[in-house]
């Protein structure tokens, strides 16, 4: 077994090691070994992308060696890989772009706790990406949970306990949900393993009365997952938990939590059930419904916010909606979409979140619309950074955003069914017309100059390095995503080649 076959069980055993670790240890400690832990995972996770791409196979590597259906595997492949890869990437840059705010924010002597809980967070997303086992999906996804909440409520404001509440009562309702899927799965199936499973529901759903029973459970797993991702109806619980967390919890949480649940929602779709089947059930349609619906009313939403922060919150629920519809489209095409948005997604989403409360820095402290007048001219850094995320959320040409609302609109095309493809194509136009205006009237207001008796006190922002590199390396992958986005897009297909 050639040794790089290991990084992905490092990465999960190291960040679970590292959390314990830094709860021992003072908060400046625990900020340094969490960034160089951190870089470490990164390079890993660079050497299996580098080795699978090398050697154009994924690998499995089987927990004691104890064969399927006992045993417990770990799965590389370029997909895994890759979103492997840029997690880490936004991870580190949304610690380190944020360290400011958590200084603000935390107690002192909670700071530790918080690195703590982030490095348990950094195990769970790196598990649900490697595991090839639905069920170790579902212990690491309650893990997720719980920092999730943790990361939240650290900020001791009665808003943020008041959101982190929310947040857990309705995520506990989709675990709840997600784990009866997960029984029903097994009491169909008799396994756990993924490619098992696939096999087991492929002979089952030759028969119309089991398929109808393999479709209510998915469905119930499905909800599960939606809920916990943000899918419409059920966004509301966003503008609060994104909206008054500090900024790198909101950052984690926007980017990689939500995304981490989806992913694993895909690959249940892909690995678990079989895309041939899942194509044939009812569920997809009902996912292009509410995913389009999650884009027009998450703009909406976000069109009426009186924060900045908020707009960008109920923008996350939009954004998720494109990846349900993605999924709800179907086809090599629709899942390319929606897997390159959930990259492009990310990192915009992460620079938008670790910009804002900056803007509100030097607008006496206020995220008020009204207050930020002139604020992209006293942070020039931060200005030039929201404009960058922005744009990409609007869709301009050269960023992610722009070659998602393409791709999405190919899936469209590809899909073959007039109804769905002026569905998408009105949808891609109104959701892109509706961040038009919210974005653009922000980036406005942040370059007006603002009225000399303005009643709070305008402050220049001072230049922090720590800041500023985090930055260039999230407006620099944006780049990438919308200048080689053919690239990206072979390494997705490549990945989703291996996939099934």
């Not at 028969?207 to 797993?221: A, E, F, K």
Request: with cysteine; proline share 3%.
């Amino acid at each position: 077994m050639n040794f790089i076959w290991n990084f992905p069980l490092f990465s999960i055993v190291l960040s679970l090691f590292s959390g314990p670790l830094c709860f021992m240890l003072s908060g400046k400690a625990a900020k340094r070994y969490t960034i160089i832990y951190e870089l470490t995972l990164v390079v890993m996770c660079a050497a299996v992308l580098g080795y699978v791409l090398q050697t154009g196979q994924p690998f499995t590597y089987v927990m004691g060696e104890f064969p399927a259906p006992w045993g417990n595997e770990i799965r590389a492949g370029v997909l895994e890989a890759l979103f492997a890869l840029c997690f880490m990437i936004i991870m580190l840059a949304s610690v380190v772009g944020g360290f400011q705010f958590v200084k603000q924010d935390i107690d002192e002597s909670k700071i530790n706790l918080y690195y703590a809980l982030i490095n348990l967070m950094t195990a769970a997303i790196m598990a649900l990406l490697w595991t090839n086992d639905i069920f170790t999906g579902y212990v690491f996804l309650e893990i997720l949970t719980l920092t999730s909440c943790g990361i939240s409520v650290v900020r001791e404001m009665g808003r943020t306990t008041l959101a982190a509440v929310r947040y857990m009562i309705l995520n506990l309702v989709g675990s709840g949900l997600f784990l009866l899927g997960v029984v029903l799965f097994y009491d169909l199936t008799g396994h756990l393993l993924m490619v098992p499973m696939q096999a087991a529901v492929a002979e089952l759903a030759q028969d119309p009365q089991t398929l109808m029973v393999m479709s209510i459970s998915l469905g119930v797993l499905t909800i599960g997952l939606a809920i916990k991702s943000g899918l419409f109806p059920f966004h509301f619980w966003m503008p609060d938990t994104y909206g008054f967390s500090t900024p790198t919890s909101a950052s984690i949480l926007s980017s990689l939590v939500s995304k981490a649940y989806i992913l694993l929602l895909f690959k249940i779709y892909y690995r678990c059930i079989g895309i041939e089947v899942f194509e044939i059930m009812p569920i997809r349609n009902i996912l292009l419904i509410l995913g389009i619906c999650g884009m027009v009313f998450g703009s909406i939403s976000a069109m009426h916010a009186n924060t900045v922060n908020r707009m960008v919150a109920f923008s996350s629920a939009a954004q998720i909606g494109y990846i349900y519809m993605g999924f709800g489209i179907g086809g090599e095409f629709g899942y390319v979409a929606a897997l390159f948005h959930i990259l492009a997604h990310a990192f915009t989403k992460s620079l938008l979140f670790l910009t804002t409360p900056r803007l509100a820095d030097v607008s006496g402290g206020s995220a008020a619309f009204k207050n930020l007048q002139g604020s992209g001219m006293r942070d020039r850094h931060a200005g030039i950074a929201f404009i960058m995320g922005a744009f990409s959320m609007i869709g301009i040409p050269g960023l992610a955003g722009f070659c998602s609302k393409m791709f999405f609109g190919l899936a469209g095309v590809r899909r073959g069914d007039n109804l769905v493809l002026v569905l998408v194509m009105l949808a891609l136009a109104a959701s892109s017309l509706l961040n038009a205006i919210y974005f653009i009237r922000t980036c406005i207001r942040i370059y007006t100059e603002p009225a000399q008796d303005a009643p709070w006190k305008l402050v220049k922002a001072q230049p922090i390095a720590a800041y500023d590199i985090p930055m260039i390396v999230l407006i620099t992958a944006n780049l990438v995503l919308g200048l080689l986005s053919t690239t990206i897009i072979n390494l997705i297909q490549q990945g989703l080649s291996m996939f099934g």
